[in-house]
């Protein structure tokens, strides 16, 4: 049987001016992009010469700044994304065994990339539905503590603190990825803070930041000192070429390159209060929208776990949002699928810093629009 409707063609008036709203990668601004080809672009050039470590050096004080760093914090940088990091902390930051939040598909894989390491213990897991958190508590014999800040899953986020009655020496490690540059934290309450660029900070994948405590770099001399650790996965041997302003092995320029202008950007326009002004009237349109009409509702039922960064709706029966997905998509608004194992009849928005608000505001016009003539 075949389907003789035609098109659903959203009128061009209710469209926002840039359609693309993924949760990872997020979009790039079409400036920075050009900006790639302009003179001066490090673009074919060496990285271990000035101009390049140069600008290493520039995102790593603008990092600093922007989320205040104590003293003794050092920005690390090393090539591969946040999975990567992972197993960075397997090798070279979890002694004994450790504790973490799972209440996504990151939180989990996380648990999964420690429970795989034969010389450490069994991982206490603290579980939670999708759409919910769990409370962090400390656990016996734990010298590692990890959450996500934000799980880009499904939009949950959680509170950036020390567990309480954890040892003292215990680290505190955060994953980051879609929140920072989006959402704040008091970096004192961590030991490592970590993320990629692909999210708010408006670039592309290959790289990981992490802001690192003097307390984790000594765990990781200590412990790479008494184990085998290839050195794409050494915490201490990313430190020592971060300091020299370089990565151990060669980086994506571009994502330097994009990285650096929208850190730019956020900083020259008001940085961490400005970026959490965006990102919350973004997302805030969205909860309110969904919290405004009968047949949806946001997927995070308590207010105070709800991502300002990566907004996720529940739809009811009578809205069929794959049906609703693939016409956005046809029109040019793109990536708003939920992820694949979050849940049926959702979609989850992006409403990284790069995202103009008023983009979301004609997103979701085109979502009444949709819905209707559905």
């Given at each position: 049987m075949t389907n003789d409707r035609a098109p659903l063609i959203i009128p061009d008036r209710l469209k926002p001016r840039d359609g693309r709203f993924g949760s990872g990668p997020s979009r790039v601004p079409v400036e920075a992009l050009e900006a790639l080809a302009?003179?001066?672009s490090v673009m074919g050039t060496s990285h271990r010469q000035a101009p390049v470590k140069s600008l290493v050096a520039r995102l790593q004080e603008n990092l600093a700044a922007l989320y205040r760093l104590p003293d003794g914090y050092q920005v690390v940088l090393g090539n591969g994304g946040s999975n990567v990091f992972w197993d960075i902390a397997v090798c070279c930051l979890i002694e004994h065994r450790s504790a973490h939040g799972a209440w996504g598909e990151f939180g989990r894989k996380f648990v999964d990339a420690v429970a795989a390491a034969p010389f450490l213990g069994e991982p206490v897991?603290?579980?939670?539905?999708?759409?919910?958190?769990?409370?962090m508590v400390s656990a016996d014999g734990v010298d590692v503590y990890a959450w996500p800040q934000n799980e880009t899953s499904t939009g949950v986020c959680a509170p950036v603190q020390r567990v309480g009655g954890a040892h003292?020496?215990?680290l505190m490690l955060i994953d980051a990825t879609s929140s920072a540059g989006g959402m704040d934290a008091d970096i004192s309450q961590t030991d490592a803070y970590y993320f990629a660029p692909q999210k708010n900070f408006a670039s592309d994948g290959g790289l990981w930041a992490a802001f690192c405590s003097p307390a984790a770099l000594e765990r990781s001399a200590r412990l790479t000192a008494q184990r085998w650790v290839p050195p794409m996965l050494n915490l201490t041997v990313a430190a020592e070429n971060s300091a020299l302003h370089q990565?151990?092995?060669t980086p994506a320029l571009a994502t330097l390159a994009l990285f650096d202008h929208q850190?730019?950007?956020?900083?020259?326009?008001?940085?961490?209060a400005f970026a959490e002004a965006r990102t919350q009237a973004s997302s805030g349109a969205l909860y309110a929208w969904a919290e405004a009409k009968p047949f949806v509702r946001p997927f995070v039922a308590d207010p105070a776990q709800r991502s300002p960064v990566v907004a996720t709706l529940q739809f009811d029966e009578s809205v069929d949002a794959k049906a609703l997905t693939s016409v956005m998509r046809a029109n040019g608004i793109v990536d708003i699928e939920p992820y694949r194992?979050?849940?049926?009849?959702q979609i989850r928005v992006g409403c990284y810093a790069a995202v103009d608000p008023s983009d979301v505001d004609a997103l979701i016009e085109c979502l009444d629009w949709?819905?209707?003539h559905l």
């Open positions: 302009a003179p001066g897991s603290y579980a939670a539905p999708f759409g919910q958190a769990a409370t003292d020496g215990a990565t151990l092995n850190l730019t950007w956020l900083l020259e326009n008001g940085g961490m194992s979050a849940g049926p009849n949709t819905i209707e």
